[in-house]
């Protein structure tokens, strides 16, 4: 795990740097699926997986409590966490909404990622709060999936998640970053970065593509 701040991860870098920094290291199936998106793409998402396993079901058993672990994440949550739903069946059920996202918020949740749908959609841009959603759809969870267990190993749209992976979210998508390879891939974005601003900044004066490509070896 890195020692740079999220802060610092924040405003310096995006989700498609990362991307090829990861690239870079031998993980080029980091990226979460295009059909992934924003509810805003003015929102920023940097944080820490809260792993959520949501299994598909057909009914609900009168006088039971189908949120009950759904209750336990949410209330866990800690400072810059992100609580991600993977959805056995992504279609039919919309696990996120108003509620989760204001209690979510409250706990200091850097924003949520479910490969499942999302509710509330005007309330939740209202709040600011960054969800990160496989659809929109206002199907309640109950009697359609529940989580089975939290805080464990997971894959969210087919990408592998382990609790405490750095999850990036912007508009171009959502990039999962594995702990053991956090450090290296950080230094290496941070690096590119720097070079991108140069090549930009030699673009904009007229410089030829290929000489600045030449010069600094980024495009």
């Not at 999302?118 to 309330?123: G, H």
Request: negative net charge.
């Amino acid at each position: 795990m890195s020692s740079v701040s999220l802060d610092a991860i924040r405003e310096k870098l995006f989700v498609s740097v990362l991307s090829d920094c990861l690239d870079s290291v031998g993980l080029m199936h980091q990226a979460l699926p295009s059909r992934i998106r924003p509810l805003d793409e003015e929102r920023v998402m940097v944080g820490r997986a809260r792993t959520a396993a949501f299994m598909e079901v057909y009914h609900h058993e009168p006088g039971t409590n189908p949120y009950e672990l759904e209750i336990a994440l949410i209330d866990s949550l800690q400072q810059n966490e992100i609580p991600i739903f993977a959805c056995s069946n992504p279609a039919r059920v919309a696990p996120w909404g108003e509620l989760l996202s204001t209690a979510a918020k409250a706990r200091g949740a850097a924003g949520a990622l479910m490969d499942g749908c999302t509710r509330d959609v005007r309330a939740i841009r209202a709040m600011g709060f960054p969800v990160f959603h496989g659809g929109i759809g206002p199907l309640d969870s109950k009697g359609r999936g529940r989580i089975m267990a939290v805080d464990v190993p997971i894959e969210c749209a087919g990408v592998p998640i382990t609790p405490g992976d750095l999850i990036f979210g912007d508009a171009d998508g959502v990039i999962v970053i594995p702990q053991t390879v956090e450090a290296k891939v950080l230094e290496l974005a941070f690096e590119k970065v720097t070079g991108e601003h140069n090549t930009l900044h030699d673009l904009q004066r007229g410089d030829k593509l290929a000489d600045v490509f030449a010069r600094y070896g980024i495009l």
